[in-house]
Nanobody, 125 residues
Framework: QLRFVESGGGLVQPGGSLSLSCAAA????????IGWYRQAPGKERERVAC????????NYADSVKGRFTVSRDNAKSTIYLRVNSLKPEDTAVYHC??????????????????WGQGTQVTVSS
C-alpha cells in the first residue's frame, strides 16, 4: 500500500523558509509522479507542486511559482519541497501524493483517499 510520511513543517515568520520532506514507504517511488498538496482551514485542498517520475519535469501553482521548489531523490525514496518567501496565506497542512502532473483536473484531488497526517506550516509574525 502506498504510504507517505511528511515532515519539516513548523512556525515561521513571513519571509521565512522551510524544507519539507515526504518519505515513501513500501513501494518503488520512481514509478510515480508526485504532487505536493496543501489544505488551509476552511479551504479546499489544492496542488501546489508536481514532479515527474525521474524529476526532469516540474510544475507549480501560480500562487507559489518562484517561491517553492520541488525535487526528489528516488534512491532515498524522498520528495522535497523547499518553500521560500513564505506568506501568511501559505499556512496549511502540506501533504504529498502520487498523481499525473499533466492531467487537468488533478485526479488525486478528485479520487485519492489515503492522505496521511501531513506536516503543518504556519506563517505568522
Amino acid at each position: 500500500q502506498l504510504r507517505f510520511v511528511e515532515s519539516g513543517g513548523g512556525l515561521v515568520q513571513p519571509g521565512g523558509s522551510l524544507s519539507l520532506s515526504c518519505a515513501a514507504a513500501g513501494f518503488p517511488l520512481d514509478n510515480y509522479a508526485i504532487g505536493w498538496y496543501r489544505q488551509a482551514p476552511g479551504k479546499e485542498r489544492e496542488r501546489v507542486a508536481c514532479i515527474s517520475m525521474r524529476g526532469d519535469d516540474t510544475n507549480y501553482a501560480d500562487s507559489v511559482k518562484g517561491r517553492f521548489t520541488v525535487s526528489r531523490d528516488n534512491a532515498k525514496s524522498t520528495i522535497y519541497l523547499r518553500v521560500n518567501s513564505l506568506k501568511p496565506e501559505d499556512t496549511a497542512v502540506y501533504h504529498c501524493a502520487p498523481t499525473a502532473c499533466s492531467l487537468v483536473p488533478d485526479q488525486t484531488l478528485l479520487h485519492y483517499d489515503l492522505w496521511g497526517q501531513g506536516t503543518q506550516v504556519t506563517v505568522s509574525s
